[in-house]
C-alpha cells in the first residue's frame, strides 16, 4: 500500500473559490482530509471548459477534475444562519481553513477570521486576496489576467518582436503562484504551531506574489532603475540576448537553454561534434578545444575577454549545428546525457507520454468509477524520497461526502436530509 502522505491526519477546511483551489489539491495530495466546501448550486469552476469527451456538465470539467483530487466535497449556504453554524462546528474540529473570500463576505456573515482564529488559538487561516484583506486596494476586482499584469510577470513574457503586445502565460498562472505561497505558508505556519502550540492568521496577497515572481525584472527595477525586456523563449533581460529556439532536422523545434560554461561541458559538445562528423564543416571547433582545456571560464568576462567570449559563442553556435542535423528529440536526449540543460517544445500531450516523465511516475491513471473508465492525470509537481504524495480519489461530485462528513460532527441523516430540504446544502 502507498504510505500515508507527510499531511495525514491533518483536517482542512477549504472555502472552493479558483484562487485557492491549486492550493487545496497540493495539500491533498500530500494526504490532508480535506474538506471542499461548495455554495449549493456548485462552484462556478464546474462549468469551465474542457469537458471530458468533449459532453458539458458539472461532474465533467477538466479543469475541475485537476483541481480537486483527493479532497472531499459538501455545500454549505453561509449565508444562511444554520450554514453558517455548520461552519463554525467545522471550524472547531478542523486544523486548517484555506479561502479566498472577498475581504468584506465573511466578517458581514459573522464569521471574522480574526474571531474565529481568536476562539481557537490552534487554527491556522490562509486568507487568499487579490491585495491583502486590509490593503487600499483590498475591495478592488481582479482576475488571473489583472494580477499577473498588475504584478508584473506579463511585461517579461512574448516575443523579440516589441510591436506584439505583451502576454499571459497560460494555465491561470497569477492563481497558481498564490496557491504555491498558500502552500508554503501553510506549511510554515504549521511548523510554527508544532514548535508553539500556537495557530495564526495569514494574509496573502496575489498581487504581491505575483510581483516576487518576475523573475529578475522587479529586483532590475528597483535596483538600478532598469526595465527588462521580454524576448521569445528566454530570460527577460535589458538587453536583448542570442535567440535559444532553433529548428531541429526533423522540423520540430527544440531550446538549446543553457550553453556550455565549464571545462567538461566544452569537451562533451565537442566530443558530441565529433561523433556526428560535424568538426570539418565547424572551424570554431577549434575554440571548443580550447574551452575544454581551460581551467575554467569565467562568464563575467564575456564582451570584455576576447578568448572567453569566442569560446562562449562557439559552444552556443555549436549546439544550434547539432539541432539542425538530429531530431528534436534525439538532440534532447543526446544534451541531457552530455549534462548540456535543453528541451524539446512539447506539446501537453507529448510531455506526458516522454519516456523521463513516465520513468518518474508523472502521469498518473485516476478512476472515475461513475464513468467506468480512468483517466490520465498530471502527478506530482515534485518527488520528495520521503514525502510520499498520491492522488487518493477523484474529484468531489456536487455534495458527494455531506452524509460523511456531517456525520462526523454529530447530525444524523434526519438532521442532514432536513437541511438539504431547507437549502442549506
Known amino acids: 500500500m502507498t504510505p500515508a502522505g507527510p499531511l495525514a491526519g491533518l483536517r482542512i477546511l477549504e472555502l472552493s473559490s479558483e484562487r485557492c483551489a491549486w492550493a487545496g489539491k497540493l495539500l491533498a495530495d500530500m494526504g490532508a482530509d480535506l474538506i471542499l466546501i461548495e455554495p449549493p448550486g456548485g462552484d462556478p469552476m464546474r462549468s469551465h471548459p474542457p469537458f471530458a469527451d468533449d459532453l458539458p456538465g458539472p ?71 487579490p491585495f491583502g484583506r486590509s490593503a487600499p486596494r483590498a475591495d478592488e476586482q481582479a482576475t488571473d489576467l489583472t494580477i499577473l499584469a498588475g504584478g508584473g510577470p506579463v511585461w517579461s513574457c512574448g516575443y523579440d518582436d516589441h510591436s506584439l503586445p505583451p502576454i499571459r502565460g497560460g494555465g491561470n498562472q497569477g492563481h497558481q503562484i ?18 508553539t502550540g500556537e495557530g495564526q492568521l495569514v494574509d496573502l496577497n496575489m498581487h504581491a506574489a505575483a510581483n516576487v ?76 578545444k580550447q574551452g575544454a582545456e581551460r581551467a575554467s571560464i569565467d562568464l563575467s568576462k564575456i564582451g570584455q575577454d576576447e578568448e572567453v567570449t569566442v569560446i562562449f559563442g562557439a559552444g552556443r553556435e555549436a549546439l544550434n549545428l547539432i539541432a539542425s542535423r538530429v531530431s528534436a528529440y534525439e538532440f534532447f536526449v543526446g544534451a541531457q546525457e552530455r549534462g548540456i540543460s535543453v528541451g524539446v517544445i512539447y506539446s501537453p500531450e507529448e510531455a506526458l507520454e516522454d519516456p523521463h516523465f513516465r520513468a518518474r511516475g508523472f502521469p498518473v491513471e485516476v478512476p472515475h468509477p461513475e464513468l467506468g473508465r480512468s483517466f490520465t492525470y498530471p502527478g506530482a509537481p515534485y518527488r520528495f524520497e520521503k514525502s510520499p504524495w498520491r492522488i487518493s480519489r477523484r474529484a468531489p461530485q456536487l455534495g458527494e461526502h455531506e452524509a460523511e462528513v456531517l456525520a462526523e460532527i454529530g447530525l444524523d441523516a434526519d438532521a442532514i ?8 446544502l
Open 59 to 129: 461532474e465533467r470539467s477538466l479543469d475541475w477534475w485537476h483541481h480537486h483530487t483527493s479532497k472531499r466535497g459538501i455545500r454549505l449556504d453561509l449565508a444562511r444562519p444554520a450554514g453558517a453554524d455548520l461552519f463554525r462546528r467545522l471550524v472547531a474540529g478542523a486544523d486548517l481553513v484555506l479561502e479566498a473570500e472577498p475581504p468584506r463576505r465573511l466578517p458581514e456573515l459573522g464569521l471574522s477570521p480574526e474571531a474565529l482564529c481568536a476562539a481557537h488559538p490552534a487554527l491556522i487561516w490562509i486568507s487568499v486576496t
Open 178 to 195: 498564490a496557491g504555491h505561497y498558500a502552500v508554503l505558508s501553510a506549511l510554515t505556519a504549521l511548523l510554527h504551531r508544532i514548535a
Open 213 to 288: 515572481t518576475t523573475e529578475m525584472a522587479s529586483y532590475h527595477w528597483l535596483v538600478q532603475r532598469t526595465t527588462v525586456q521580454r524576448q521569445t523563449g528566454r530570460h527577460a533581460m535589458e538587453q536583448l540576448t542570442l535567440p535559444t529556439q532553433v529548428q531541429c532536422a526533423d522540423g520540430r523545434f527544440a531550446t538549446t537553454g543553457v550553453p556550455p560554461r565549464t571545462p567538461r561541458e566544452y569537451r562533451s559538445v565537442y566530443d558530441w561534434i565529433v561523433e556526428l562528423g560535424l568538426e570539418p564543416e565547424f572551424p570554431e571547433a577549434v575554440f571548443l
Open 417 to 424: 436530509e432536513k437541511l438539504r430540504a431547507d437549502g442549506v
